[in-house]
């Protein structure tokens, strides 16, 4: 079956604009999960989504970010008002039900370069 | 809160068997997991530790001491497509936290 996918691959934008980014999960997952990676760095947690659960938005780090799941399916994450700092590969990944046994499958991500 | 800590590289050549550590703080502990990540790849799942002990998977093996907090990945009979980053992760609460990540380079 699909894997999780990720569009855009590769976004390039000026400072200042707001950026959409798409996941789509593996069908039947329930969970899903939103992380940033810098260069050369670890995987760091965004946002998450259970089911219809109000999501885990912990690690958004500041109030330019959002993302939203329709239909328990599909996920967006909003980057308002872009700042260079916001340059990273963003990655998505979704497991069956979230549990802490549960594997993760991540999508290719997208790279975001804010110039 | 959650910490954990991974050496930031590791060199070894074809053929060896390296280990890569991982400690870790966390206020409640529920299990020890293990990715791969290629350089402009998406991280895949490599082994998971709910309990004590060793758990094998083909040349991966993953072992957890939950009284030591420490954990490590150990890899056998290296070979060239192994060179890619590692990363340990420990669930927070519904999400995951993951560790800074070990890069591993295997020499012919």
């Known amino acids: 079956g699909a894997g999780v996918s990720q569009s855009p691959s590769n976004k390039v934008t000026e400072k200042g604009k707001d950026v959409e980014l798409r996941c789509d999960p593996i069908?039947?997952?329930?969970?899903l999960y939103w992380y940033r990676q810098s260069l050369g760095q670890g995987l760091e947690f965004l946002i998450y989504?259970?089911?219809?659960?109000?999501?885990?938005k912990s690690g958004l780090p500041s109030d330019r970010f959002s993302a939203e799941r329709t239909g328990g399916s599909v996920s967006t994450l909003t980057i308002q008002r872009t700042q260079q700092e916001d340059s990273a590969v963003y990655l998505c990944?979704?497991?069956?039900?979230?549990?802490?046994?549960?594997?993760?499958?991540f999508g290719p991500g997208t790279r975001l370069t804010v110039l | 809160g959650q910490s954990l800590e991974q050496p930031s590289e590791v060199t070894a050549v074809e053929g060896a068997i390296v280990q890569i550590n991982c400690t870790y703080q966390?206020?409640?502990?529920?299990?020890l997991s293990w990715y791969q990540q290629h350089d402009g790849g998406a991280p895949t799942f490599l082994s998971y530790?709910?309990?004590?002990g060793l758990e094998e998977t083909g040349r991966f093996s993953s072992f957890l001491s939950r009284s030591d907090s420490y954990g490590y990945l150990l890899l056998q009979e290296l070979q060239m497509k192994d060179s890619a980053s590692y990363f340990c992760?420990?669930?927070?609460?519904?999400?995951?936290?993951f560790g800074p990540g070990t890069r591993l380079s295997v020499l012919p």
């Open positions: 069908s039947g997952h329930t969970a």
């Open positions: 530790n709910g309990l004590d």
């Open positions: 966390t206020s409640g502990f529920y299990g």
């Open positions: 990944a979704s497991s069956p039900q979230g549990a802490d046994t549960d594997t993760q499958y």
């Open positions: 992760a420990v669930p927070r609460g519904q999400n995951f936290v």
């Open positions: 989504f259970q089911g219809n659960s109000a999501p885990d």
